[in-house]
């Protein structure tokens, strides 16, 4: 069974930072493709980053690209998401997701389907 758990959200002001931890249980980490999402009240879901296993592939929404940095430890079984210079358009619920196996990265979150709970990030004026 796959398990994906968010952790690390919380209350920051803009231009502050947070890290998120994204960690999967399940058969296997390897070979996935995975991604973060996020979702601000009363808006549509929305690509936030996502990368291939090895990371030879890495998309950023261009919201965040130079304040968002994706990673992940395979070994640990974790996905990260550290955010920088966050702003107030940054709140909204952050999600993990995974791909099938032998995908590569797309902004389309109906090409995940393994999704976590979603932890809270909201920022501050």
């Known amino acids: 069974q796959v398990q994906l758990v968010e952790s690390g959200g919380g209350l920051v002001q803009a231009g502050g930072s947070l890290r998120l931890s994204c960690a999967a249980s399940g058969l296997t980490f390897s070979g996935y493709t995975m991604g973060w999402f996020r979702q601000a009240p009363g808006k549509e879901r929305e690509f936030v980053a996502a990368?291939?296993?090895?990371?030879?592939?890495?998309d950023y929404a261009d919201s965040v690209k130079g304040r968002f940095t994706i990673s992940r430890d395979n070994a640990k079984k974790t996905m990260y998401l550290q955010m920088t210079s966050l702003k107030p358009e940054d709140t909204g619920v952050y999600y993990c997701?995974?791909?099938?196996?032998?995908?590569?990265?797309?902004?389309?979150?109906?090409?995940?389907?393994?999704w976590g709970q979603g932890t809270q990030v909201t920022v501050s004026s």
């Open positions: 997701a995974r791909r099938r196996l032998g995908v590569g990265v797309t902004p389309n979150a109906s090409g995940y389907p393994y």
């Open positions: 990368t291939t296993w090895s990371g030879e592939s890495v």
